[in-house]
């Protein structure tokens, strides 16, 4: 039988949430860390303060984290295995991802350079490859 985590229900007391308007937080704070909101409901809140789920996944974890300034464990989580340190947030540019603009402005330079290649030849072939 699953552990209450009471330390969770005594911050949510604390900082004055209920269950919804914590997934709403979490979600909007997920949004500033992955770029996306999240996909918290007051259900997933309801498994964390019950204890059904000990350890949420980062997607959770990290946004928790940052609402109630202190680690998971400070939360009344139980880590999964041995390392319990919280991972970092993912970056807004990964290594080896370019820019979508500059990937655009490529895009339409080597477009329109293709374009006036083809119209100012003077044989273009009628048959073949």
Do not use: C
């Amino acid at each position: 039988m699953p552990t209450e985590n009471r330390i969770l229900k005594a911050l949510l007391r604390q900082y004055g949430y209920t269950h919804r308007s914590l997934a709403a937080e979490v979600n909007q704070v997920s949004e500033g860390i992955y770029g996306r909101p999240g996909a918290a409901t007051d259900r997933d809140v309801r498994r964390w303060v019950s204890g059904h789920v000990r350890w949420p996944t980062t997607r959770y974890l990290l946004p928790l984290a940052e609402i109630f300034e202190r680690p998971p464990e400070a939360m009344g989580f139980v880590p999964r295995g041995r390392s319990s340190r919280l991972p970092a947030p993912p970056s807004r540019s990964r290594p080896g991802q370019e820019d979508p603009v500059k990937r655009r402005a490529f895009l339409t330079a080597s477009t329109a350079t293709t374009v006036a290649l083809a119209l100012g030849l003077e044989q273009t072939p009628t048959r073949g490859r």
